[in-house]
Structure formats: C-alpha cells, structure tokens
C-alpha cells in the first residue's frame, strides 16, 4: 500500500445497535430533495464508492486510476477529483452522471487534493516532488507549481483569504501558502509527522493531526502560532470540523476509534469505536452525521453527531481510504 505508515494492527469491536438503525432510516425522510453523496476513495481495488448519504448505501462504484487516495468535492462545478498516486494522476468524476470523465497526468507522486468552490483550481500535493501543483481541470494544464517542505501531504484552502495550508510530514511543519503569490509566507512547527488537516468555518483555526506524536496541534491563523496541543488516540491521521464549528473529529489508526473534541476548550470530550485502521472522515453538510472511511475492513463507519454513537456500518471496497474532503452535496 502506498503512502501509508503504518499496516493494520487491531480491530474495533463492532457497535451495531437497532434502535439507532432504525432512527437514522427515520431521519432520512426529513431530508429535502437534494442529493447529497458520500465518495469514498478504495485504494485496493481502484475505485470509487458512491454513497447516497441520505438511503445511508452505496449506490455504485466508480472505476478510477491506481491506488486512489485522495479525494476533492467541488459542488459548485459538480465535479470531484481523486488522486491516484501509483498511476500519477488525477482522475475527473461528473457528480451529476456519476462517471470518470478523463484522467490528468501530474507529477511523481499525487496524494493530498484540494478544489476551490467552483472546480476552477484543484491544488495537488506530491509527496514525492515536494511541491504543489496548480491544476486546471478543464485544460488539463498544470498552471503552477508551488515548492512547499518535505513529503506535503494533507491541505485545507481558505479561499477569502486566498491561503491554502499545508502539511509537510518530514518536516514537521505547516506551510501557509499565499495563493496571490505563489510563495511559501511562513512554516510553522507541529508535532511529528503531520498528516492530515482541518479548518474552522470561519478560518481563525487550523488543526494539524500528528501522526507518530498522536496528537493535535491548533495553529492560529491570525498570529501564525501554535496555541495548544491536544493528545488524541494512538496513530491519528485525518480530521474535520463540524459546519457549526463546535466540534473536531479525529480518526485514530491504531485504536480503531475517533476522537471528539469540544473547539472551545479544546479539550477531548468522547471517544468512539468505530472499525479497522480509520482514515478519512467527513460530515453531512448539517453536520447530523459524520462518516469514517476503515482502511483496515473496507467500510464506512456513520456516527449520529448529537448521541455521539455508531448508527451504521457501510460496505464499501478494499482500501477505503477518502482523504480529504468527500462528502458533497448537489442541488
């Protein structure tokens, strides 16, 4: 497996509850009529698997390039874009369709990906040629390359800012990347191993999730500082905000579980088990729900954001990885 570091080393204990099941086919019914899809990057099998967020299953599976990883929404533009990084490319999905509609060339080795809201630019991290790369997905040109630090790997883009960060794993340190620039304006130190990355709605908070220190580090945008670390579960390696901003989630490889974290205090309030090796995790655009990609078994772990317990366990395919953000929603 590439870009992995580390191989699966325990299992959760499944937490299946009826009554929970039977309250999320409930809740189904009070969505409106948009569509709303959960991708879910399979890196064993090469593929895609779509699920609809709101029937809580996977709907079909979308073939795409080698190894896929890393995966952008863009609603505005009804794309999504995957990284594949033992085939070197980017691969293009139509939302509406859902179907590949070509796949980009580019670079050594394509991990993290990043889209701004209307799919205008998709911003690819290579781990191994240290930098990023500026795509047009529409041209299928490389626009820019912008030299970052060591292995980048995980990113968050604030577009009003024009800023994108970035996670250099070897370096130990966040980049914070001037998009009008093209330029590298300062590099922070984390904790070892930085991998994945998360952002507050309102852009005042980035958190770094620290793979070998197992733990988190809340840099604030402002004052380009480090406040404070937080200790999480054993090897964690991706995270994400609730829309509300009251909440961090953060999946923990080695435990099998996720760790919620009150952003006020900033402080771990729950801890919940979820499958094998957890990677990827990603909310519903209200936030009810928070899906979890395991690496380790192939499913996708749904999490009732209010009771903070395991409402499904989903099938996806092997690998299941979806770093990044992949839960999007279409009008």
Not at 36 to 61: F, P, R, W
């Amino acid at each position: 497996m590439l870009f992995t570091l580390n191989q699966p080393i325990q299992k959760a204990t499944r937490f299946r509850v009826a009554f929970f099941v039977t309250l999320a086919l409930t809740l189904t019914g009070c969505f409106g009529e948009d569509k709303q899809y959960a991708l879910i990057t399979n890196q064993l099998a090469d593929n895609v698997s779509v699920i609809d967020v709101h029937a809580g299953k996977v709907i079909k599976e979308i073939n795409v390039g080698d190894a896929p990883a890393g995966i952008a929404v863009s609603p505005g533009s009804n794309r999504a874009f995957v990284s594949n990084p033992d085939s070197r490319t980017v691969s293009v999905i139509d939302l509406q369709t859902l179907e590949e509609l070509r796949q980009i060339e580019i670079g050594s080795g394509p991990v993290g990906i990043v889209a701004d809201s209307q799919g205008e630019q998709v911003y690819v991290a290579d781990w191994y040629d240290n930098h990023i790369s500026v795509l047009d997905p529409e041209s299928g040109e490389i626009s820019q390359t912008i030299a970052v630090g060591q292995s980048p790997a995980g990113m968050v883009l604030d577009e009003s800012q024009q800023r994108l960060y970035v996670a250099n794993r070897d370096d130990n340190a966040v980049a914070f990347v001037d998009l009008n620039s093209g330029q590298v304006v300062r590099s922070i130190s984390v904790g070892k191993s930085p991998f994945g990355m998360a952002i507050t709605p309102d852009g005042r908070f980035i958190y770094t999730v620290n793979v070998q220190s197992s733990n988190v580090s809340v840099i604030d945008t402002e004052t380009a500082e480090v406040v404070t670390t937080i200790p999480v579960g054993e090897w964690p390696y991706c995270a994400v905000v609730s829309p509300d901003g009251k909440k961090l989630y953060v999946t923990n490889q080695d435990d099998s579980t996720i760790s919620i974290i009150d952003v006020e205090t900033n402080q771990v309030t729950n801890t919940v088990d979820v499958e094998d090796t957890p990677e990827g995790i990603d909310t519903s655009a209200d936030g009810s729900l928070v899906y979890v990609a395991n690496w380790g078994n192939g499913t996708v772990s749904v999490i009732d954001a209010m009771t903070e317990k395991t409402l499904d366990t989903i099938k996806a395919a092997q690998g299941s990885r979806a770093f990044g953000e992949f839960i999007t929603t279409l009008d």
